[in-house]
Structure formats: structure tokens, C-alpha cells
């Protein structure tokens, strides 16, 4: 991709994803600790920032900008020099810390250990952090943000299907050892069924930053749409419609969502028991292996929490919680406050 410089970088750690392993608010905490990190070493770039992250980086180790993308779409040469100036601004001995999930879903390792030697990183400088999640759990997860952010517009049987390789931990977290070494793999799993698991924590612990340093700000969660409304947003999917347009009305789905209890939207779990199992036996084989190799153990995962209620049929969107969903868009759209306030500051004078 581009000749290797001269200088020799120190370290850079990769945090790949996967996608729905807490990478938002890994990536929003290394964002609001930017300074602090540094005064440790570590160097989070700011330059090449795309909400919270670097995902530039990785869409374009991956063949270029996905269409859902937003933002403005920079050259691969224009990213590369923002960085190494803002590297090149602090001392030698820092060590670069890069994170997008996209990494793990999109990039070609090849490409992006190309892209690292640009900077100055062999190989063996580089740290692959990956979290990975029981596949069964991240699917669901999966395909609610797929639907609500990525113009996705198949049912999540159909999702399962087209995104089958995403789950394969052991071909995808192959195809990063064959590049970088085994040795320089870090997997972790995502311990989501442990109350006192906090991603953001155990990332701390990787790097050997003091915690009590460091704030945890609360409140930039990837909220999910409860089922029903997660049904409304695939029907807009299906419109011949940019991505971007399709998320008009992302945010007042998300707030409707902490409000669907009480005006009686559904949220029955997107699995049956029939399709857990499924997936469990689609990537058991493949588990057990990356369990041997990564962690030396038999079992990847521990023993699933399984639901306790049976599987019941969700009736389609009726015609009164379509009233109730658009009533609510209606309601909650915007107001000019400029405006108004405007026209009332000129009625008083």
C-alpha cells in the first residue's frame, strides 16, 4: 500500500470489535480520557476521529466507504498524513491506540498491516484486541443494529443467513493470526452475563492504565429498538430511500422504545428456542477450536442463561400501534425555538 517509513514505532493496539461487544462505549471512554491517556503514553488520534472513533480507517483497509457511511469521505493519503503528524506531535516512546468494530467486519488484515508499516509498525509491534461474544446473543443484538442504523431491510431469519462468516470466530480470528503472528492476538470474551464485567475496565487492564485516573461517563449506550418498532424501521428500510434518509426518525424510535411498555408495544425476543440452538450448532465446532487455541479450555463460552418463557408468534404491526408509532413521530418532531422565541420577544416590544 505504501513504503515503510524510516522510523520505527513503539507499539500500537488494535481493538478490532467485534461488532455488539461494547465498542461505542469503549470508544466514547477513550474519547473523554484522551488526555489522561496521553499523559500515560497512549495516544487515542483525535485527528482522524469519526463518532468516537477511527472507522475511516477501517473502511478503507476494507475497499472503501460502505454506503450507509456518513460524514465527509476523505482520502486514504489525507488519513494516513493527519495521523502521522499528530503521532509525530507527541513523544516517541507513545504507543497509538486505534479502535473501530469495522476493523473486524470489514478490513483485509493484510491491508491493514500495510497501513500500520505506513505508519511504522511492524508486526510484531502491533497488539490484535478482540472481544468476542456468544454468538447466539450477538446475532439478535446484531440484527437490531443492522435494522436501525444500517439500512437493513431482511427478516432476522434472512439476517442469520447473510451474515453467517461474521460469527465464524475461528476463520475470522485466523485470518488476523496468519497476518500479525499468533502472539500478537488478544482475545477476550465479553462477559455479558457478568454483572460485574465492564469492557472498558478490562481494556484498562490491557494497556496498564492506573483505573482511578481515569472517568467512566454513563449514558452513551447503543440503545436498541424494542421489536415493534424495530418491524416500523424495516418497513421504512424497504423505501428506495438514501440510508441516510431511512434514519429520520432514529432518535424518536430510540426514545419511543424506553416508552413501550406502557403504550403497549411488543418485544418479544427476535430467537426461538429452535433458532438458539440452530446457531449454537452452526458454530460449535469452531468454538471449541478457537477455545483451544486462545485460552486453553474445552468450552469457549460458559453455559447459556436460557429464557424462561415459551416461544409465542408476534402478531404483525397492527393498525393501532402504527397510529400510536406515527402519532409519536408527529409529536416529537423538532421545534424552530429560535424562531418562536423570536416572534414572541416581537410581540412584546
Not at 117 to 143: C, F, K
Not at 153 to 171: C, K, P, T, V
Not at 266 to 284: C, F, G, I, K
Not at 307 to 320: G, H, N
Request: with cysteine; glycine share 6%.
Amino acid at each position: 500500500m505504501r513504503d515503510k517509513p524510516a522510523l520505527r514505532r513503539v507499539r500500537c493496539i488494535l481493538h478490532i470489535g467485534t461488532p455488539k461487544t461494547g465498542s461505542t462505549a469503549l470508544q466514547y471512554f477513550l474519547k473523554q480520557n484522551r488526555g489522561q491517556l496521553a499523559r500515560s503514553g497512549l495516544v487515542y488520534p483525535e485527528s482522524i476521529e469519526l463518532g468516537f472513533a477511527q472507522h475511516e480507517l477501517a473502511f478503507l483497509t476494507g475497499g472503501g466507504y460502505p454506503d450507509w457511511a456518513t460524514g465527509e469521505r476523505l482520502p486514504f493519503d489525507v488519513l494516513i498524513g493527519k495521523l502521522r503528524r499528530e503521532l509525530d506531535a507527541h513523544p516517541s516512546g507513545s504507543q497509538l491506540v486505534l479502535s473501530s468494530e469495522n476493523f473486524y467486519w470489514l478490513s483485509d488484515p493484510s491491508a491493514v498491516s500495510d497501513m500500520l508499516a505506513a505508519l511504522g509498525y511492524a508486526p510484531d509491534t502491533v497488539a490484535i484486541v478482540v472481544y468476542i461474544r456468544r454468538q447466539e446473543d450477538a446475532i439478535e443484538s446484531w440484527y437490531n443494529q443492522s435494522v436501525k442504523a444500517l439500512g437493513y431491510s431482511g427478516s432476522f431469519e434472512q439476517s442469520i443467513a447473510d451474515h453467517d462468516d461474521l460469527w465464524d470466530y475461528e476463520h475470522r480470528l485466523g485470518r488476523w493470526a496468519s497476518v500479525f503472528g499468533l502472539q500478537q492476538m488478544v482475545v477476550r470474551t465479553y462477559a455479558e452475563d457478568d454483572e460485574c464485567f465492564d469492557v472498558r475496565r478490562d481494556f484498562l487492564e490491557l494497556l496498564e492504565v492506573p483505573a482511578p485516573s481515569l472517568s467512566y461517563p454513563a449514558g452513551r449506550e447503543n440503545l436498541r429498538l424494542v421489536r415493534d418498532l424495530l418491524e416500523f424501521q424495516r418497513i421504512i428500510n424497504r423505501l428506495p430511500l438514501p440510508t441516510a434518509d431511512k434514519r429520520r426518525y432514529h432518535k424518536q424510535l430510540i426514545r419511543l422504545s424506553e416508552e413501550a411498555a406502557t403504550l403497549g408495544l411488543d418485544d418479544t425476543p427476535l430467537h426461538t428456542q429452535a433458532s438458539r440452538n440452530a446457531v449454537r450448532r452452526r458454530y460449535e465446532a469452531g468454538n471449541s477450536a478457537v477455545a483451544r487455541t486462545y485460552f486453553d479450555r474445552s468450552d469457549l463460552f460458559p453455559p447459556a442463561l436460557e429464557p424462561t418463557c415459551e416461544d409465542v408468534p408476534v402478531p404483525p404491526l397492527s393498525a393501532e400501534k402504527l397510529a400510536t408509532i406515527f402519532a409519536w413521530l408527529m409529536m416529537s418532531q423538532p421545534t424552530r425555538t429560535g424562531d418562536r422565541d423570536e416572534a414572541i420577544q416581537a410581540r412584546e416590544r
